[in-house]
């Protein structure tokens, strides 16, 4: 069993930055894409980000390209999401799993609060 831990969220100004972090515990393993998804109150859970289990490859929702950065360390089973240029509408609980395909339990995710 694996269990994720999303941590870094916080309320900031629009225009800020926060980095999160997700980390692994348990069976995990390398071999996996993973990605960043979030959910907005009165919204479904999307994904916007996701890499390669080797980092070769990234995606960004179109929502987010060119402010958000997704990257991995596979040594210490933790995945980031480089979040700049904040905007209000980026306000959601954070979550990470694995992708394309769910294979992980959710994590309790990280709030993002951004203020305008």
């Known amino acids: 069993q694996v269990q994720l831990v999303e941590s870094g969220g916080g309320l900031v100004q629009a225009g800020g930055s926060l980095r999160l972090s997700c980390a692994a515990s348990?069976?995990?393993?390398?071999?996996?894409?993973m990605g960043w998804a979030r959910q907005a109150p009165g919204k479904e859970r999307e994904f916007v980000a996701d890499i390669s289990w080797n980092g070769g490859h990234t995606y960004y929702a179109d929502s987010v390209k060119g402010r958000f950065t997704i990257s991995r360390d596979n040594a210490n089973n933790t995945l980031y999401l480089q979040m700049n240029s904040l905007e209000p509408e980026d306000t959601a609980v954070y979550y990470c799993n694995t992708v394309p395909y769910i294979l992980y339990d959710w994590g309790q995710g990280t709030q993002v609060t951004v203020s305008s």
């Open positions: 348990g069976r995990t393993s390398s071999s996996y894409g």
